[in-house]
């Protein structure tokens, strides 16, 4: 019985040997750092810690996408630039699986690219087909404001990230559009779920604030239920059998059909 109380934590820490010298070799994903121009180009520098290993595609809508191999990132996060931006829409970054990070550059589909390894991580360009090298010097001391995933950027902010020549390139209008209403869930006294500090009624918010003025410059009307952080309550839904819960419901759904909705988008998440 010693024995075996011996051995068997013994063969279970050479078991866990392995993965956990796989976690110690993980390069480590520093930071994202976003510099743009005046003459429609733009760089992004994923700063890293050893010599990575790397892949990119891109996808239909211009979205250019780089998976970092056996790596971690110190924090994930989505930069939205806020001027001089006429080419990048945005850029996100994460863990996308336990030993790859992803980082994913909203661009123009019509924009050519670059990405190249550099001293002291991977340097993105947008605009060339070669690295931008000149662009990118001094990049690191001009740190991007890097805001959560469940951040509500302020109107006037979200304007100016959107208001320019590449995202009505990336959003061409649509003819004879119709109208929109998005319903970001919950809201007010109702937090949705919690998870991580992070409750559901930002998250849907947030989406929603970033989806509408997308919509919009394609040519849709869009009716917002809420934008703020309230309760949605409309006319009562003179129904026996309705719960408050169920009365909030179809107020949103109201607003709907009271505005010849030809969609109506309920957003919300899981925990």
Same mark, same amino acid.
């Given at each position: 019985m010693?024995f075996?109380?011996?051995?068997f934590?013994l063969f279970?820490?050479i078991?866990l040997?392995p993965s956990?010298a796989k976690?110690?070799?993980?390069?480590t994903?520093?930071?994202v750092?976003?510099?743009?121009?005046?003459?429609?180009?733009?760089v992004?520098?994923?700063?890293?810690q @050893?010599?990575p290993?790397? /892949?990119y595609?891109?996808?239909?809508?211009g979205?250019?996408?780089?998976? *970092?191999? =056996?790596? %971690? +990132?110190?924090?994930?996060?989505?930069?939205?630039?806020t001027?001089n931006s006429?080419i990048?829409?945005e850029?996100?970054?994460?863990q996308?699986t336990?030993?790859?990070v992803?980082?994913v550059?909203?661009?123009?589909?019509?924009?050519?690219?670059?990405?190249?390894?550099v001293?002291?991580g991977?340097?993105?360009?947008v605009?060339?087909?070669?690295?931008?090298?000149?662009l990118?010097?001094?990049?690191?001391?001009?740190?991007?404001?890097?805001?959560p995933?469940?951040?509500?950027?302020?109107k @006037?902010?979200?304007a100016n /990230?959107?208001?320019?020549q590449?995202?009505n390139?990336?959003?061409?209008p *649509?003819k =004879?559009? %119709? +109208?929109?209403?998005?319903?970001?869930?919950?809201?007010?006294?109702?937090?949705?779920?919690?998870?991580?500090?992070?409750?559901?009624?930002?998250?849907?918010l947030?989406?929603a604030l970033?989806?509408?003025p997308?919509?919009?410059?394609?040519?849709f009307k869009?009716?917002m239920?809420?934008e703020?952080d309230?309760?949605?309550?409309?006319?009562?839904y003179n129904?026996?059998g309705?719960d408050?819960?169920?009365s909030?419901?179809?107020?949103?759904?109201?607003?709907?059909?009271e505005?010849?909705?030809?969609?109506f988008?309920?957003?919300?998440f899981?925990?």
């Open positions: 010693r075996f109380n011996f051995i934590p279970c820490f078991l040997i956990i976690a110690q070799d993980l390069l994903v520093q930071n750092f976003f510099k743009s121009s005046q003459d429609n180009t733009a992004v520098f994923v700063q890293i @050893g010599e290993k790397f /892949s595609f891109r996808l239909d809508d979205r250019i996408v780089l998976d *970092i191999e =056996n790596s %971690k +990132i110190v924090k994930k996060g989505v930069i939205i630039p001027s006429n990048i829409s850029i996100h970054f994460a996308n336990p030993d790859m992803r980082v550059v909203g661009s123009d589909v019509k924009a050519s690219y670059n990405i190249s390894k001293d002291g991977i340097l993105i360009s605009g060339s087909s070669k690295p931008l090298l000149s990118a010097n001094g990049i690191t001391n001009e740190a991007p404001k890097l805001l995933y469940n951040y509500i950027p302020e @006037g902010q979200l /990230s959107q208001n320019s590449t995202n390139n990336l959003y061409p *649509i =004879n559009a %119709k +109208i929109i209403v998005i319903d970001p869930g919950h809201g007010g006294s109702d937090p949705g779920c919690v998870a991580n500090g992070v409750e559901e009624k930002v998250a849907t947030g989406v970033h989806l509408k997308i919509l919009e410059k394609m040519g869009v009716i239920t809420r703020t309230k309760d949605v309550w409309g006319k009562p129904m026996p309705y408050a819960n169920e909030e419901l179809q107020a949103r759904v109201n607003i709907a059909n505005n010849g909705a030809a969609l988008v309920s957003i919300h899981n925990a």
